[in-house]
């Protein structure tokens, strides 16, 4: 298939797909009759790196998982995916915490008609 075939199989962009092969995340086959030709490999890689990204890799672990995978090192795989939920857990903490402080701010709104707004007030703060 075209490069433009292999983007839109995949959900991208043919400008994403040309940033992955500029970053060595994807291959650019050789022209072959003057086009280059992409396989079903090449749609299941990009969608792994889109799906990879989704989780919170970087396009970096992308590319260490994708060469851990050609040499099966699932221990060091395993390690990524638990650094990367030690992460998120620690993002969902600060979004919970941040949501309770606005939640109560608009608490504090409600309760006063007189005065600055407490919402205002805490980010000018």
């Known amino acids: 298939m075209t490069i433009a075939k292999l983007a839109a199989a995949a959900g991208v962009g043919v400008e994403t797909v040309r940033y992955y092969?500029?970053?060595?995340?994807?291959?650019?086959?050789?022209r072959g009759a003057g086009v280059r030709r992409y396989g079903a490999s090449d749609v299941r890689r990009l969608r792994f790196i889109r799906?990879?990204?989704?989780?919170?890799?970087?396009?970096?672990?992308?590319?260490?998982?994708?060469?851990?995978?050609?040499g099966n090192d699932r221990a060091r795989a395993r390690e990524m995916a638990r650094a990367r939920v030690a992460a998120l857990d620690a993002r969902i903490a600060e979004l919970q915490a941040a949501r309770g402080a606005l939640a109560q701010l608009a608490r504090e709104c409600a309760a006063g008609e007189a005065g600055p707004c407490p919402i205002i007030a805490a980010?000018?703060?």
């Open 21 to 30: 092969q500029r970053r060595g995340l994807i291959d650019t086959p050789a």
């Open 51 to 70: 799906s990879a990204q989704a989780a919170g890799f970087t396009l970096e672990e992308i590319g260490e998982l994708l060469a851990l995978d050609a």
């Open 123 to 125: 980010f000018e703060a």
